[in-house]
């Protein structure tokens, strides 16, 4: 079992930067990929980003590219996504999964995943 624990959220204007966080504990995988998802009120949850263990690929939503950037530290077993120019249609909750196989390539789908973080809130005010 994978927990996962995510930090960082909270209220920003737009045009503000964020960064979140998410640390993995319990039976950690040496090489598993992580991801990024986000729920705004009403609608499904979608894909933000992916990094692969290896750190070396990193797949990311048309929406937030240019914009946002995953990045890991496999010491740490910790997770970064670094969120700049905010929107307000960035507002949501975000939260961190962990793909515990590896699998090639980098999912952006839900199913890809096998362990969930409970989420953080990101606000973003216009």
């Known amino acids: 079992q994978v927990q996962l624990v995510e930090s960082g959220g909270g209220l920003v204007q737009a045009g503000g930067s964020l960064r979140l966080s998410c640390a993995a504990s319990?039976?950690?995988?040496?090489?598993?990929?992580m991801g990024w998802f986000r729920q705004a009120p009403g609608k499904e949850r979608e894909f933000v980003a992916a990094i692969s263990w290896s750190g070396l690929t990193t797949i990311y939503a048309d929406s937030v590219k240019g914009r946002f950037t995953i990045s890991g530290d496999n010491v740490k077993n910790t997770v970064y996504l670094r969120m700049n120019s905010l929107k307000p249609e960035d507002t949501a909750v975000y939260y961190c999964?962990?793909?515990?196989?590896?699998?090639?390539?980098?999912?952006?789908?839900?199913?890809?995943?096998?362990?969930w973080g409970q989420g953080t809130q990101v606000t973003v005010s216009s």
């Open positions: 319990g039976r950690t995988f040496m090489r598993y990929n």
């Open positions: 999964a962990n793909d515990r196989l590896g699998r090639q390539p980098l999912s952006p789908n839900r199913d890809g995943y096998d362990y």
